[in-house]
């Protein structure tokens, strides 16, 4: 049930782009994403429901493809603020509402 | 503003003692409420969540128990602490309905010795 990510960790330079993936088996309400800093609380991103919807935050957007089951976190012109891991969380429908299940989690670097 | 108290923020404790860990949320009423673990270098799993008082929801079968016993506090518990229980703690909340983010506390760290 847990979702799957891809890539497992990913090294950028300043300015470069990114692109993280998760999928799931199951057919989601929503996708959660999340970002976690070493040491510390993850702290939320955004959020995606079902319907195919896109959402931006600055230079951090991300789309849901609810044919699929998946979604996409797209990073670009990165920062060095932007490293850390990155989860996404779902909540599977036909399961109890408010169930969050994250990935492994996506280790990225941004270096100079 | 709603907050999220979690202590300890470490913990050091021996095979086979006991354990508690408490999370309280202050400025909203009714919250869904979570407890993660997250082991070294490692994804975050769900171990239980409750969505009201008395209602808590086991994920993994473990030695661990949780319980809600006030709205807005959730109890994290063990009676003997294995090895394996070493981690990193984090309780989280969030609003009824399956549109809400999770706010998470800034975690126990536990280790086992």
């Known amino acids: 049930q847990q979702p799957v990510q891809s890539p497992q960790a990913v090294i950028l330079r300043e300015g470069e782009d990114a692109v993280i993936n998760c999928s799931s088996s199951?057919?989601?309400?929503?996708v959660h994403w999340y970002r976690q800093k070493h040491g510390e609380a993850p702290v939320f991103l955004m959020i995606l429901l079902k319907g195919g919807e896109q959402k931006g935050h600055e230079k951090i957007s991300a789309s849901f493809n609810e044919k699929k089951q998946q979604s996409s976190l797209y990073l670009t012109a990165s920062q060095l603020s932007y490293s850390g891991t990155y989860f996404c969380?779902?909540?599977?429908?036909?399961?109890?509402?408010?169930?969050?299940?994250f990935g492994p989690g996506t280790s990225l670097s941004v270096i100079p | 503003s709603q907050t999220i108290h979690q202590w300890p923020a470490t913990l050091v404790q021996p095979v086979g003692s006991p354990l508690s860990l408490e999370c309280t949320v202050e400025?909203?009423?009714?919250?869904?409420l979570y407890w993660y673990r997250q082991a070294a270098g490692r994804g975050l799993q769900l171990l239980f969540y409750s969505v009201g008082i008395g209602q808590i929801s086991s994920e993994v079968p473990q030695n661990l128990s949780a319980s809600r016993p006030q709205d807005r506090q959730f109890i994290l518990s063990s009676k003997k602490l294995l090895l394996s229980d070493s981690g990193f703690y984090l309780c989280a909340w969030s609003s009824q309905g399956n549109n809400s983010p999770l706010h998470f506390g800034n975690g126990t760290r536990l280790t086992v010795t």
């Open positions: 199951k057919a989601l309400y929503s």
């Open positions: 400025g909203t009423s009714n919250p869904n």
């Open positions: 969380g779902t909540e599977v429908m036909g399961t109890s509402y408010d169930k969050v299940i």
